[in-house]
């Protein structure tokens, strides 16, 4: 193969999935941010002393960005911020989905699929450049390559030119919002109780539960206890049941 032709899909771009949900304002507004300039020519990559993850020491022998690894870059980076969340840090997809969706994984003729040019620009450039931190998944697969979990750090947003402020108003709104549904006593949404009102009794104690857990905090659900808890899904149930009784 001629070395010009050495590059599978040489101009990869982040292709979304369709009918996906909603992201939030804070994603579409950092994807836009990161849309708007070039993250493979920041001063960063030229500035900042690249680290192995493992020792801690600064690397040497380092390979920096040609055109490829660039553009692979840039797609790849607006994926990792469209699966963000924004409470954990962590990039809500695999490797091998932030490679399928960015057209960087490849297949042979015997059809085994190669997620190399994706996992190596995160392995060899992101995280020691201390864009993102990975964390090794426990995991039986028998794949070529070990799945990781993805954080994004602060200077990944500075790579984007995305400010801290606005990542502490984002969260600092959400903290606000979440007390206010607190004060209201709301943590089923109305479309949800419908839903709910529709399903087994085992099944809609389920997703009361999962609903309770997701509007307290840890601290809280400590406090409240395992007989609190079921002690609140019974009161959640019977009052839906006694909801759609009326209703119906």
Do not use: W
Request: glycine share 4%; net charge positive; with cysteine.
């Amino acid at each position: 193969m001629p070395r010009k032709n050495y590059i599978y899909n040489p101009k990869p771009f982040f292709n979304p999935p369709k009918n996906d949900k909603k992201r939030s304002a804070f994603i579409c507004y950092a994807m836009k941010k990161a849309s708007e300039i070039d993250v493979s020519r920041s001063k960063l990559n030229d500035t900042l002393l690249p680290i192995d993850p493992k020792t801690g020491n600064v690397l040497t022998r380092f390979r920096q960005l040609n055109k490829h690894r660039a553009c692979a870059m840039k797609a790849i980076v607006l994926a990792m911020l469209y699966y963000f969340n924004i409470n954990s840090k962590l990039v809500e997809a695999s490797i091998e989905k932030l490679a399928d969706e960015c057209g960087l994984s490849t297949l042979s003729d015997s059809g085994n699929k190669s997620i190399t040019r994706a996992s190596r620009l995160i392995s060899e450039f992101l995280e020691p450049m201390g864009f993102v931190k990975c964390k090794k998944i426990q995991s039986k697969s028998i794949s070529n390559y070990t799945p990781k979990k993805i954080f994004l750090t602060p200077m990944f947003f500075m790579l984007c030119n995305i400010p801290q402020s606005k990542i502490n108003i984002y969260l600092s709104n959400k903290i606000k919002l979440s007390k206010k549904k607190k004060e209201r006593g709301i943590f089923i949404s109305f479309s949800d109780t419908k839903i709910i009102s529709q399903l087994d009794e085992k099944t809609a104690r389920n997703k009361i539960l999962n609903a309770l857990i997701n509007y307290y905090t840890a601290g809280e659900l400590t406090k409240i206890g395992p007989k609190g808890l079921k002690k609140k899904i019974d009161i959640e149930y019977s009052n839906l049941c006694n909801l759609y009784k009326k209703k119906s």
